[in-house]
């Protein structure tokens, strides 16, 4: 048996390739394909249903920033308490395959700002997400140098409502260039064959023909597996199908004058509560330790205040505050500190060049606070 | 730990942005080469071992500033080469 996949040496021998090169020997190799892993369990079980027929697979998992996976727990305390893994790196060590983490962040804008295909319910580009990252992938070069020969999804027809149709699922494969390179077996069945499949490098009666948002057929075959720890995000694993949080950047964008972003922006927008008394500056308020301590990390870019005479938490200000502005901003932190009740507290302010100054504000009113100046919730 | 002559600094960034700066610098290095790993980020306790793991590297000390909260690994890379480009 070939380690780790079940299958006898013989059967591994027939997915041979041969590759010619007019000016070298002819030389051979076995099939090698990449698989998109986000972390889920849709890419754990594809992988693992091609795995199981002999290919050589490694996994990728792309960086682009707005990823659910990794950034946010390391912020809030109650969830840094715990350590929580990262579903890519496990589902590829539950596999037993080697995994390339790519950072994107910089050339995913141009996915985020100009979606070909437009959005989804909220700023969420899924169907040219989907194109870029089988694209980037099938350009890759394993680790032993080589390229891939086809590539892997754990897409299922109608498992979403914008990218997982069969009719884009077409456009996934025609427009990211891999045309029948791209291989879906936890749907191939339900779909025209591919590469892999004509080629008798995969069996497609050993694939499946799952359908629909129904995630039982998953869940069935993961326990026939043995998997049982999978991750299984409420959400997806992308931060921009989430309405509250395509809200904050929509609204960065729009007093901005532009669309565009930095990281620390599209990672500040999972923090906090955000507030925007006006057009000039937004609020981002701490809501625990962790953030708070978060937040400090910024002192050299944002002013900050917090409140010098009670514990409370510490904001940020993005934007270009007036004098009355500062004032403004710092009722509100007052507001969320155990000074509430006072009529008068002392807020400190803190300035990116070192200068710090306090002033004496009487906090907010509950009342006082308008519910538009909230932004994402 | 005298022999680590790289110092990878990634504190300030969430995880995996530390992960993927070992990533890439390992990749630079030769097989068996040391660097020293700063990180704030606490999802490091789970990244870089898995990763080590998979690739073959070796965290040989981690060591924890309990004022600054700044994680140090030291590690030491595969003595065969896994390196991929793109």
């Known amino acids: ?377 | 730990m005298n022999s680590t002559t790289i110092t990878l600094d990634t504190t300030g960034l969430l995880c995996p942005l530390p992960l993927i700066r070992a990533q890439d610098l390992a990749k630079e290095l030769a097989p068996g080469s040391s660097f020293l790993l700063l990180a704030s980020d606490p999802g490091v306790y789970y990244d870089i071992p898995a990763w080590c793991r998979m690739h073959g590297h070796e965290i040989f000390h981690v060591e924890e500033s309990s004022q600054e909260n700044v994680i140090q690994m030291w590690i030491r890379t595969a003595e065969t080469s896994n390196r991929a480009s793109e």
């Open chain 1, 1 to 377: 048996m070939h380690a780790g996949t079940g299958y006898s040496l013989n059967q591994r021998f027939h997915q041979i390739v041969e590759f010619v090169d007019m000016e070298q020997p002819t030389t051979t190799r076995a099939v090698k394909a990449i698989a998109l892993i986000s972390g889920g369990l849709d890419s754990l079980l594809a992988t693992k249903v091609i795995l199981d027929q002999g290919i050589d697979i490694e996994g990728v998992n792309f960086f682009t920033g707005f990823c659910v996976e990794g950034h946010t727990h390391a912020i809030r305390k109650r969830q840094r308490e715990k350590i929580k893994r990262n579903n890519s790196l496990w589902v590829a060590e539950q596999l037993g395959i080697k995994l390339h983490i790519v950072d994107v962040v910089q050339e995913y804008k141009d996915i985020v700002l100009n979606p070909k295909h437009g959005y989804g319910k909220n700023l969420n580009p899924c169907l040219d997400c989907k194109i870029f990252m089988v694209e980037r992938a099938l350009n890759m070069v394993g680790f032993d140098g080589h390229s891939f020969d086809f590539a892997i999804s754990g897409e299922v027809i109608g498992q979403r409502p914008k990218s997982q149709r069969r009719e884009t699922m077409a456009i996934i494969s025609r427009e990211s260039g891999a045309n029948d390179r791209l291989l879906r077996p936890l749907c191939a069945k339900n779909l025209p064959s591919t590469l892999p499949e004509r080629e008798g490098w995969v069996n497609r009666e050993a694939l499946h023909d799952f359908s629909g948002r129904s995630r039982k057929p998953q869940m069935t075959l993961a326990a026939e597996y043995g998997f049982t720890d999978y991750a299984q995000p409420a959400g997806g694993c992308c931060f921009l199908t989430d309405q509250n949080y395509s809200s904050k950047l929509s609204d960065l964008w729009n007093t901005r004058g532009q669309r565009d972003y930095e990281l620390d922006d599209i990672v500040l927008l999972k923090v906090g509560r955000h507030l925007r008394p006006n057009n000039r500056f937004k609020l981002i308020l701490a809501r625990e330790e962790g953030e708070n301590n978060f937040l400090k990390g910024y002192r050299q870019q944002y002013i900050q205040i917090d409140i010098a005479s009670h514990t409370g938490p510490l904001a940020l200000i993005d934007g270009d505050p007036n004098e009355n502005d500062l004032r403004v901003a710092s009722r509100i932190v007052a507001r969320y500190s155990q000074g509430r009740n006072e009529s008068e507290v002392c807020a400190r302010v803190r300035f990116p060049d070192g200068e710090e100054k306090n002033m004496s504000i009487q906090p907010y009113s509950a009342h006082e606070i308008p519910e538009h100046w909230h932004i994402g919730v």
